[in-house]
């Protein structure tokens, strides 16, 4: 079978040059690849395999090549333009941004949770929230043993999650200077419970993603889900305190052995030692660290977790590479 000819929209962001590590690392196989981003970007020179290539500018002939899957990162609007016109030209998009997630036609994967939605797809395969990611990596196995009946997602979610205005608003931050490009407030010494824009109901579109993806990924709409989600002054990894409540009686030792054999989970907890996840280790990595397990005594069958992924990884580039591996097997 021929290796697939590959694009990377959105080659010189954050989550871009990401895509590009974890190709290289899991030794993705590909024929040809292509360098994509806007015109402010055209003309750079990018480095994969220790090979120089230039970054063209994306415009509606791009994909007039011969191209299998593109990977996109380049915001809402670029895929809104761009993602159609790649799937009319035979190309399977992996798109990273919130365009296309709660589209009934777009399937909306995690490839440890739900890979057969990949087999419906249509031309274009969603990206999830990367605060939902790494919650539906957990909430996965827990469900299909106990069932879930209602979910509460507390989020503290790193800068990097806001790209490079993010990270740079926490560096200035961090130097004594109050920059606000990227949040209404400054960032450092701070815990935002601000991600997105306000929504007429009160929630924020951050809460609301966690709440429908949720629905939508494990394909289960009676599941009750709230969510709170705060920006905390850390550079890499969000973390998320997740308290769930079961229709099925629990027993903590079984859930904490039920997590460690489910793949990309990894359990570190033994708090007895200080063994816990925590959002520096976990940075750079592409596991899931779950750890804090623990009964909740105000419900009947409840329990509590935290639970730390590097955000830009597996809450991103890390997960549409995977999506990728499932469609060329």
């Not at 395969?125 to 909430?139: G, K, R, Y």
């Not at 991600?195 to 966690?210: A, H, P, R, S």
């Not at 629990?250 to 990309?264: C, H, K, Q, S, Y």
């Not at 899931?288 to 009947?300: C, T």
Request: hydrophobic residues 40%.
């Amino acid at each position: 079978m021929k290796k697939p000819n590959i694009a990377i929209v959105g080659a010189t962001g954050v989550v871009g040059t990401t895509f590009l590590k974890v190709l290289e690392e899991r030794d993705f196989p590909f024929e040809n690849i292509y360098m994509m981003a806007s015109a402010k970007s055209a003309g750079k020179t990018v480095t994969f395999k220790g090979k120089d290539y230039v970054v063209e500018e994306l415009n509606e002939h791009s994909f007039d090549k011969d191209i299998d899957i593109a990977l996109f990162s380049a915001g809402g609007s670029i895929s809104e333009k761009y993602a159609p016109i790649a799937a009319q030209h035979g190309v399977t998009v992996v798109d990273n941004s919130s365009a296309w997630r709660m589209d009934k036609e777009v399937p909306l994967v995690v490839p440890e949770v739900n890979p057969q939605d990949v087999e419906w797809n249509k031309g274009i395969i969603a990206n999830p929230n990367c605060s939902t990611i790494q919650a539906m990596v957990v909430l996965k196995p827990l469900h299909d043993k106990y069932k879930i009946k209602r979910v509460i997602y507390s989020t503290y979610q790193a800068v990097s999650g806001s790209g490079v205005k993010g990270i740079s608003d926490l560096e200035e931050g961090l130097k004594g200077n109050d920059k606000c490009e990227a949040y209404p407030h400054p960032i450092a010494g701070n815990c935002l419970p601000h991600i997105d824009v306000f929504l007429d109901n009160g929630y924020t579109k951050e809460e609301m993603k966690m709440i429908n993806e949720t629905h939508k990924i494990l394909g289960d709409d009676t599941i009750k889900v709230t969510a709170t989600t705060v920006r905390v002054p850390v550079f890499d990894s969000h973390s998320e305190s997740i308290n769930i409540e079961f229709e099925k009686p629990i027993d903590v030792d079984e859930v904490r052995e039920t997590l460690a054999n489910f793949p990309g989970i990894v359990v570190q907890d033994d708090p007895a030692n200080n063994v816990y996840p925590l959002a520096r280790e976990a940075a750079g990595h592409n596991e899931v660290y779950v750890g804090r397990i623990r009964r909740d005594f105000s419900v009947e069958n409840g329990i509590n977790l935290w639970v730390v992924s590097d955000n830009i990884r597996k809450g991103a580039a890390t997960n549409a590479v995977q999506i990728a591996e499932e469609l060329i097997k």
